[in-house]
């Protein structure tokens, strides 16, 4: 423990040191979407290029983000959190100094590795903090951190871009690290049974796990702009992935110190519980993703207020949190759970009724509601998930889990727009079968736009080429819309499918009250070692 006598802090004076800075990293895997095209144009690079700095933030990211658990017990847990916040901030200002694309995306990688251990170590210390009895009002803690940064991400990162420069989503940081830092050097201590140093450094785990989740990463972000398979860089990447993971996973089982405990996954309630927030990262980064693109591509909305319009999903999820974090150590959490998923099921079912006349108000319920639900959700799982592991066990289960969280939605990012691109040309196609000059309704809809663009000074062969155009225009517009709406409801049937694992997940209330209470036979044993100890005592 550093030589430093552990003491008694307010748990919510803990909370609020780590989460600071956690919220601030998970900002940074979002914020920064919105603004690549002023940065790539600032660095005179293409918007390809500039996706790099996304890319490969999120490819180091989640090369730390298993490993933590490891390191903490390795170099001591404060020192690695004090680390991983000092090298972040810095990192954030060299981010904003950088002159030139390969600089940024060097220190976005270097930035990836010092703030990817934040989320799980934040998760452990909290659930360490509080008493097991109120490890909901930890994860709701928790919870808002990680739900509410993905959201206002873009909202932040855009406006910050449009009234000021790019660099500022970087200098931000700094203020926010530096607090943070003096805060959690003042009020976080290392737990006792940290014993930094001990076993050997897992080399070969820790390169296959490189290797892996970093080829995976690269993968998922760049499958869709190369067009997948047909590609022999993706194919390259897939080949290495399946490579690097399959070795990982034998590694990690056969070795007694591995960087990585994938034996914390024969704990069923556990591996349900890896299961299950892997396919709630699918649906709540995938439709933070194509929410934002139908407002700005059928609608119309500016990317501010696009971004801005996810906001209700937060206010959703940031009114909910506290009540959640009280009801999950007050009821079953499966219940809890099991509102939550169809509540997901019926917003997502909503927002597939969407069309290209939806309004504000057609958007902002669903949002909010999904904040709701999302809030049910991310709490009791969190919960019930690691309850039943020893404390020297957690920063190992924190980091699986939040590492799944974080694959699960880039997956599903990868997934869906990729069903959007491939449902909007079959729909196009199919719409297009119905559009020709014979047809009643097409042949009257395209003269009524001849005879406009002839009224407006357009001679009849430029206005028949520009009536062919809009139609098609209006056609592409349909086929877009129809996609999205096959999306949201696809996202919706995820939910439902969630439902039968939640009987998979054990209850931890119950389970706590069977460890206090032990049998019959090891009382009967403590009496009579204790009576034998009185007896010897005597005896002296």
């Not at 809890?336 to 099921?345: I, R, Y």
């Amino acid at each position: 423990m550093d030589g430093e006598e552990h003491r008694w802090v307010n748990p919510w004076v803990v909370t609020f040191s780590v989460m600071l800075a956690t919220f601030m990293e998970i900002l940074d895997t979002t914020v920064v979407n919105v603004s690549i095209p002023h940065i790539a144009g600032n660095l005179a690079a293409t918007i390809e290029e500039g996706t790099w700095v996304v890319t490969w933030y999120l490819v180091s990211n989640a090369i730390i983000l298993p490993m933590s658990g490891w390191l903490a017990n390795y170099i001591g847990r404060k020192r690695l959190l004090l680390t991983c916040v000092a090298g972040f901030t810095l990192m954030s200002l060299f981010c904003g100094l950088a002159t030139s694309l390969p600089a940024l995306i060097f220190f976005r990688v270097l930035q990836g590795l010092t703030g990817g251990g934040l989320q799980p170590l934040a998760q452990a210390i909290l659930l360490e903090t509080f008493p097991e009895k109120k490890h909901g009002q930890a994860m709701a803690a928790f919870g808002i951190g990680i739900l509410l940064a993905p959201i206002l991400g873009p909202t932040i990162g855009g406006w910050i871009t449009d009234n000021y420069s790019w660099r500022w989503i970087f200098y931000l940081n700094l203020p926010v690290g530096v607090f943070s830092l003096l805060m959690m050097n003042r009020f976080v201590f290392d737990p006792p049974y940290i014993k930094r140093g001990k076993g050997r450094v897992d080399l070969w785990g820790i390169g296959f796990l490189a290797l892996g989740l970093g080829t995976l990463q690269v993968f998922l972000d760049t499958g869709e702009r190369h067009d997948w398979f047909s590609s022999g860089y993706i194919r390259l990447f897939a080949m290495l992935c399946v490579t690097g993971l399959v070795a990982l996973v034998i590694r990690e089982l056969k070795t007694p110190h591995p960087v990585v405990d994938l034996r914390a996954l024969k704990n069923r309630s556990f591996a349900t519980g890896v299961f299950l927030i892997s396919l709630l990262g699918f649906v709540l980064y995938a439709s933070l993703v194509l929410l934002p693109i139908y407002l700005q591509t059928l609608l119309g909305y500016p990317a501010y207020n696009a971004g801005l319009a996810l906001s209700p999903r937060g206010v959703g999820s940031l009114a909910m949190m506290p009540l959640v974090g009280y009801l999950t150590s007050k009821t079953k959490p499966r219940k809890l759970l099991v509102f939550g998923l169809v509540l997901g099921s019926l917003t997502m079912f909503d927002l597939s009724r969407l069309n290209l006349d939806a309004g504000y108000w057609d958007i902002l319920w669903p949002q909010v509601f999904q904040g709701v639900a999302l809030s049910f959700l991310f709490v009791p799982l969190m919960a019930i998930s690691v309850a039943g592991f020893p404390k020297e066990e957690l920063g190992n289960a924190t980091s699986i889990f939040n590492l799944m969280r974080n694959i699960g939605g880039s997956i599903g990012i990868a997934i869906m727009t990729t069903f959007l691109a491939r449902r909007t040309q079959m729909h196009q196609s199919r719409l297009v079968e119905n559009i020709s000059a014979s047809h009643l309704r097409s042949g009257q809809m395209l003269q009524g736009l001849q005879r406009w663009f002839h009224a407006n000074g357009v001679d009849n062969y430029v206005a028949s080429r520009r009536a062919w155009a809009a139609l098609y225009g209006t056609v592409q517009r349909h086929a877009y819309m129809l996609s999205f709406v096959e999306a949201f409801w696809v996202m919706g049937i995820l939910f439902l499918i969630m439902l039968p694992f939640v009987l998979l997940l054990r209850n931890p209330q119950q389970k706590t009250k069977a460890q206090a209470m032990p049998p019959p036979s090891a009382r009967l044993t403590k009496v009579t070692q204790e009576s034998e100890e009185e007896e010897l005592l005597l005896i002296h």
